[in-house]
């Protein structure tokens, strides 16, 4: 199964969309507080349509507790506009956490720059600062799954 992270994430649509994307794929959903919305507000809900309660979904509160609680081996894919390593080129494997930042900022420099090795990028025109957040993340979730489903994946 793969799983997709969500730092402190803002916008209760794209998390809704989010949640239906990772229903949709199999893929597990990971929420990182602060969150900028309630899990009850009915914009999330209203995105997510039926299928919300259907999410696997865990809440974390902090981006250390996640990695603590997962084996020692866990891979992490960063995505993010800082980096010229193209997300098709990475080969993921069953298990792979891909982690996507807020809305407005996207991900820490700090954890950035730790894990630069594993940072991911999606290509854009030079007059795209950034793409939405729903639809960066099931631009590489699925190819992940198409990798998956293929065998085209790392070994």
């Given amino acids: 199964m793969l799983h997709v992270v969500l730092v402190e994430p803002e916008i209760p649509p794209n998390t809704g969309n989010i949640g239906r994307l990772c229903l949709g794929a199999d893929a597990h959903l990971h929420l990182v507080k602060p969150l900028g919305f309630s899990l009850s ?3 999330l809900k209203r995105a997510g349509l039926d299928y919300w ?3 696997r979904l865990t809440l974390w509160e902090s981006f250390a507790e996640l990695q ?3 084996a020692v081996d866990a891979r992490y894919f960063y995505l993010t506009t800082k980096t010229e390593r193209i997300y098709w080129d990475a ?3 069953d298990g792979d956490f891909l982690v996507f930042g807020r809305e407005t900022k996207g991900l ?3 954890l950035l720059e730790t894990n630069r090795e594993q940072c991911l ?3 854009m025109t030079p ?3 950034s793409l939405n957040l729903a639809t960066s993340v099931g631009i590489v979730l699925y190819e992940a799954v198409r990798q998956l489903r293929t065998g085209k994946v790392e070994s």
């Fill in 108 to 110: 820490p420099e700090p």
């Fill in 53 to 55: 309660q259907d999410v």
């Fill in 91 to 93: 080969r993921f494997r």
């Fill in 127 to 129: 007059k795209t600062r």
């Fill in 68 to 70: 603590a609680a997962q």
């Fill in 41 to 43: 507000e009915k914009e």
């Fill in 121 to 123: 990028t999606i290509p």
